[in-house]
């Protein structure tokens, strides 16, 4: 596979990179690597928009790894407990039938 790797310029005194890897273009900036969303036209990436990538992406990291270490579920996590959870009350909430009294003597 060949290199594709592209200077952009510097942020913070460290040199950028936009690259093309196997699984699509990514950023390298002092050692890490911030994946560019596929639905970005790389020919317009320039050195202001790659450090506002990096940028999001870093805050992004720091939110998600704040709401783990606090022990905080994904809403996808929580949505689907209280749909299991309201499943289960309406269940018990049934009537059963309740069988006939008839006595046949």
């Not at 970005?40 to 992004?60: T, W």
Request: hydrophobic content about 25%.
């Amino acid at each position: 596979m060949e290199t594709d790797n592209k200077a952009l310029g510097k942020i913070n005194k460290k040199k950028c990179y936009l690259n093309n890897g196997k699984y699509g273009h990514y950023l390298t900036l002092d050692s890490k690597n911030y994946k560019v969303p596929e639905w970005f036209p790389v020919e317009k990436m320039d050195i202001d928009i790659a450090e506002r990538l990096i940028d999001y992406k870093i805050k992004m990291s720091e939110q998600w790894l704040e709401s783990t270490a606090k022990g905080e579920k994904s809403s996808h996590t929580k949505t689907n407990k209280k749909k299991v959870e309201s499943e289960s009350e309406s269940e018990d909430e049934e009537e059963l039938p309740k069988p006939s009294k008839t006595n046949k003597k």
